[in-house]
C-alpha cells in the first residue's frame, strides 16, 4: 500500500494562499491517479483536483478551478496542491489520495475509486 502523508494545512484569512503537500512513501507506477479531496464538517468529501501520473493529465474542481493549481514533484514523490485567494468555504479538512480510476468520465471525482488515503490537513479561512 501507499503511504500518504499530508502537510501544510493551516489557518488563513480570505484571500490567502496555502500550499499543501502529500508526501508520498512509495514509488507511483504511471497507471495512478493521485487525487486532492476536502471534507467540512456536515458535507460529503468532495473531489478537489486529480493528476494522473502517467499522462500529466490534471482535473480540478469547477468550485477552485482559477484558484487552485495541482502538481508532483517527481524527484521528491511529493503531490502538491496551490491554492489561491482562499474564500471562507474552502474551509475543510484536505485529504491526499491514490488509486487507479476505472475509465469513465467523472471517475476521478468518486472517493470510492482510491485504494489509499492520508490522515487529512486542515485548512481554516477566516
Known amino acids: 500500500h501507499v503511504q500518504l502523508v499530508e502537510s501544510g494545512g493551516d489557518s488563513v484569512q480570505a484571500g490567502g494562499s496555502l500550499r499543501l503537500s502529500c508526501e508520498i512513501s512509495?514509488?507511483?507506477?504511471?497507471?495512478?491517479?493521485m487525487g486532492w479531496f476536502r471534507q467540512a464538517p456536515g458535507k460529503e468529501r468532495e473531489a478537489v483536483a486529480a493528476?494522473?501520473?502517467?499522462?500529466?493529465?490534471?482535473y480540478i474542481a469547477d468550485s477552485v478551478k482559477g484558484r487552485f493549481a495541482i502538481s508532483e514533484d517527481n524527484a521528491k514523490n511529493i503531490l502538491y496542491l496551490q491554492m489561491n485567494n482562499l474564500q471562507p468555504e474552502d474551509t475543510a479538512m484536505y485529504y491526499c489520495?491514490?488509486?487507479?480510476?476505472?475509465?469513465?468520465?467523472?471517475?476521478?471525482?468518486?472517493?470510492?475509486?482510491?485504494?489509499?488515503w492520508g490522515q487529512g490537513t486542515q485548512v481554516t479561512v477566516s
Open positions: 493528476h494522473y501520473t502517467g499522462t500529466a493529465t490534471t
Open positions: 489520495a491514490s488509486g487507479n480510476p476505472s475509465l469513465y468520465e467523472g471517475s476521478w471525482k468518486v472517493p470510492a475509486e482510491y485504494d489509499d
Open positions: 512509495l514509488y507511483i507506477y504511471s497507471s495512478y491517479c
